[in-house]
Structure formats: structure tokens, C-alpha cells
């Protein structure tokens, strides 16, 4: 069973999955062009899923499944995979604890009032008056309550918020204590604190927030974006923050990244600007590779246990 | 039943708490000396505890309990109060949820990687190859496993940390995983990644954390001390942190307050100082007097159900 990684993890996890699987030929190759001919042998693949092409696959001999170490695979060819029945799964689920983590430092670090600490730290001022606040009993609206914003939510909870989530249905799912559908949205956004965005780019979620959803906003509420950056259109966005429309707005996700020098975002003080990395873990990798053994185990015991299979048809 | 408080709240909790209880007769002043001849007809008294003389309790002529609105009471005439069998009781347990909050929020900044991201921020910088890292999986060791320990470990656990305390007896308090007494710190001193510290003042925690101390930590380990500045001498943490023994330290308490103008601490990139305020919160006074109000209505029920009673012969 010959199993080839476009993907050169660190030789400590490298070593750790091959000793959990004695009867496989692992080959490690740092990109698909490193692994040259040694591809069309695979019998399973492990790549980042940006880059297989259709001829990859056409051309393939013995590959039986794809192992995409990823969530997001725009790139992916599956309907060659479809064609010659080849499996794949994804990472999907393991973004939840680097962005839960992220999204709860930003908040904590917004109500311990951290960035004043530091300018003051900077300057050697010792003041003791600044508006220290709590998240205990401040009402949390998590827009996207799948897995990562229901990771935020138990995590919101466990701080004693009060927590709301914002799904397509507006059916009650695990976590939130209210669940609204988007429609619902004007009903709640007076009565948040804070709004986590968590939600992917989709042809409804484009531009969802518009300058009425802001209006209805408290002027203290504090906007965090961890999802996409097309979310709100970002002249909207600009206008809100200029007008103080609310209090603040931690952006880790753009509608054009890298944010472009000079762009205002950098400089306003009531925007923190963070470079798309609310998912990053040094636990990526091995985390992935935890998914993988158990696939991998599910696969030479032939049977149906697989962890996110994806539906070639749809993509997903 | 007049009530004399030298604390003066906000115009919307007095009137909260004088429309609960229509049968008392409340006095708000700002200072004991505003208060004036009014404090000596007192029945009771609401006071931070640091305005009291050993003359007040003599003279007072009616006073039977006091309420403190603190948790520290180094300045209460004690010995006054318990020749004229007066109650005392104070606020203790309210500094733990904005303690609690303000320790995982410079845990959750410390592994987000904040303040690198704050910088990047002010330079227009966008680089996502910061060493993001995440509490899940990570030990901490509380050293004071009391209440705002306590609140702490339950956080830490919620995060999915290994929690291990420390308090005096090593027997098992609830939140930690494991309880370790004094003694026995140099057991754990190697495995942990964050240090908490809420230890008090007292004769057995002063200058507690010697060199040897910080030398068995890991190189990576951080330590946060949000308990008192005397737990380490100041001139071993700052010798520990220029040989960087250990990663960073996060110092909201210190030998002295405020730290002065060009204290090392200040400028060192390893240290974080913030200006003794873990503790602090908008929430402050609103908690204390639930306290109050709870134990107000046990005098006037002439019950046993009182909140934090303190044993004048021990002071706590």
C-alpha cells in the first residue's frame, strides 16, 4: 500500500505515522512536483487540495482516495475523482479551537481594555482608571452557528454570556441559547454586545450586513470578523466606523488581503486589523494527521467509519 | 435602622437599594468625614474598611455591624469591634470573575500572539507566519487554588488546559486536576507551560518563588502574577527574565506601586506590565452590595445566614 504526501510534515509526525502503519510505504514529498512519477503509483494521496489537477487524476494508475488536509477545496478536481470513484475526505472540523480561541482572546482583550495597557505600558503610565469591564453578562450574537461558532458559544457560555447564534434556518442548534434565522437578525441586533462572524462566502451570505443592520446596533457594540471579509461591502463598513456607529471592529478577514498598505483600516482607532490567521495552529498539522490515521484505519479495515467524507457532486 | 456608608454608589444602586429595603433609613456619604457626627448613630456601616480608627468604634454608640466593601482589611480596627461584640463582614469573593477573566485574557494574548500582531498592526505589516498557538492541551499551574484560583482552573478547563494548583495543605480543592502543596512544587514546576499566581501576602508566600524556582520551568514557560508583587524578590524575576530562563512574565502586581518612571520592567520586551487592576471592574460596587443586601436581610430576619463573616481574632 504505497500512501504519497505532497504535504512534508516535521520528521517527529512523519516517524509517528509510519510506525502506526508498518504495512504502508509512506512517501513525503514537499509539493506534488517533488513527488514527480512516484504519484501515479499512490494508491492514497495526501494533499492540501490546491494541487491536483484533472490530469493528476486521469493519469493516476492505482489512487483510491484522497486525503485533503484542508476544509476549503475551490481547487479540487471531483468530477475526475467522480469518474474513477476515488474517495476524498477533508480536515473540515479542525478550525474550531484555534478560532474559538481567537475569537474569545479578542473579546477578553477587548473588555481588559489590553490595548490602552499597552500604549500605556509603552509611555510608563501607571493608570488604574481605565474602564475595566467583564464578559460575564454581556450578550454574544454568533453569526454561523456550525462548528466553529458553536465551539465559541460553549466557550461564550462558560464565561457566563448570554449567547444567540444566526443560522440559515433559524432552527435551534447546540450551543446558542436562541437561535435566529437570518431574516430574524433585526430582532436581535439591538440587544447583542457582540457579534462574532464566523459565516463562509456563499451567494447569501455576500454583503448580508448592510448599513440598517449597524443602525440597529448599540453604539458600545464591538464587531468581530473571523469568517469572510465580503460579509459586509466594505465602503459600508468604512462609513459605520467613521460615524462611530458602534464601538469597534477587530477584522481579521478582507474583501481584498493581503490589506493593501495605506488602506484606512490600518490606522482608524476604532478598527484592530489582524491578517487572516484566526485558524492558524502550530496543532494544524498534527490535528489533520489525527483524522488521517483514523481514516487510514477505516480504510484497511474496509469498512463505512470514515470522518468527513466529501459529496463529489456537491462539493462538500 | 440607620445605615451610614461612607461609600457613595452611583444615584441609580443607591435608590435599587434603598427601595429594597423601605423600613431603613440610608445615609450615602463620599468619606467617613463627610459622613461627620451621622457616622456615631450608626446601627450599621458600609465602608472599604480603610477609613475606620480604633476612636470611631469606641465612640460609635449604636453601631452592631459593619460591612466592608473589600476583600483586603489590613486597616480594620478589629480588636475595637470585638470588645463591642460588633459583626464584620465583608465583599470577599467578588474580585473572581474579573480576575479570573483578566488571567485567561493574557493567556489567550500571550498565545494569539497579540501583542506581535498589535506591532505588525502600527508598521501596516501583514504576516501570517506568527507562531500561533492555542491553550488546548497547554498545563497550568495556579499557585493559590482558593476561590479566584478556583474560578481560574474552572476557565482554564473549559479551554481543555491541564490545571494543577497549589495551596498550602496540598489536599484537593475543586477545579484543579491536580493539588499540589508548597512542598511539592518542584514536581510540577517542570511540566507546566503558564504560572498563575493569586497568592496573598502573608509570612508564607513572601518571596516563595526563589531562583531555583524559575530555573526547573521550561524555557517557553510564562509567568502571570495577578496575587502580590512580594511573592518573588524583584531581583531574581528580573535576573530570571534577562537570562530569559523563561519566555515571558506578565506583571500586574509589584514590590512597589505604582512601578516607578524607568523601571527595567517597563522597556523589557519579555515583561508585560499593567498597573495592578486584574481585579477591577465596572461591576464592582453592584456585586458588593448584593452581598450587603443578602446580609442585610439576614439582621433584619435575625438569622445565621450571613455572607462572609470575618473571625475578628484571626482578621480574615
Known amino acids: ?23 504502508a510505504e509512506f512517501l513525503f514529498y514537499k509539493g506534488i512536483e517533488t513527488a514527480g512519477e512516484s504519484f501515479y503509483d499512490a494508491e492514497i494521496f495526501i494533499t492540501y487540495g490546491e494541487d491536483l489537477t484533472e490530469e493528476h487524476i486521469h493519469k493516476s494508475k492505482k489512487l483510491k482516495w484522497i486525503m485533503v488536509m484542508s476544509a476549503g477545496m475551490d481547487e479540487m478536481p471531483f468530477k475526475a475523482c467522480k469518474e474513477k470513484g476515488i474517495l476524498v475526505t477533508n480536515a473540515r472540523g479542525i478550525h474550531k479551537i484555534p478560532m474559538a480561541e481567537f475569537a474569545l482572546g479578542t473579546m477578553l482583550g477587548h473588555v481588559k481594555q489590553m490595548a490602552a495597557l499597552a ?19 454581556k450578550t454574544l450574537l454568533v453569526l454561523g452557528i456550525g462548528a466553529i461558532g458553536g465551539e465559541i458559544a460553549r466557550l461564550a457560555k462558560c464565561f457566563g454570556m448570554n449567547v444567540a447564534g444566526v443560522n440559515r434556518s433559524g432552527k435551534d442548534a ?23 462572524s464566523v459565516l463562509p462566502s456563499t451567494v447569501e451570505t455576500r454583503f448580508l450586513l448592510k448599513k ?4 440597529a446596533m448599540k453604539d458600545s457594540a464591538v464587531f468581530i470578523n473571523i469568517g469572510r471579509g465580503d460579509l459586509v461591502e466594505e ?23 493581503p490589506l493593501p498598505k495605506a488602506h484606512p483600516f490600518w490606522k482608524m482607532e476604532n478598527v484592530t486589523v489582524t491578517p487572516h490567521l484566526s485558524s492558524i495552529t502550530k496543532n494544524y498539522l498534527p490535528r489533520s494527521f489525527e483524522i488521517f490515521k483514523h481514516n487510514l484505519h477505516t480504510y484497511i479495515k474496509n469498512n463505512k467509519d470514515y470522518i468527513n467524507v466529501i459529496d463529489l457532486e456537491r462539493g462538500y
Request: proline content about 5%; glycine content about 4%.
Open 212 to 215: 440598517e443592520h449597524f443602525a
Open 119 to 137: 500604549r500605556n505600558e509603552r509611555d510608563e503610565v501607571w493608570d488604574r482608571k481605565l474602564p475595566m469591564e467583564e464578559l460575564r453578562g
Open 174 to 196: 447546540a450551543g446558542g441559547d436562541r437561535i435566529y434565522s437570518i431574516s430574524q437578525l433585526s430582532e436581535i441586533l439591538p440587544k447583542a454586545d457582540f457579534f462574532v
Open 235 to 257: 465602503e459600508v463598513l468604512l462609513s459605520v466606523l467613521k460615524t462611530d456607529q458602534i464601538s469597534h471592529a477587530y477584522l481579521d478577514v478582507f474583501a481584498n488581503e
Open 1 to 23: 500500500m504505497k500512501i504519497v504526501s505532497s504535504i512534508l510534515p516535521p520528521e517527529a509526525l512523519r516517524e509517528e505515522v509510519q510506525k502506526g502503519f508498518p504495512q
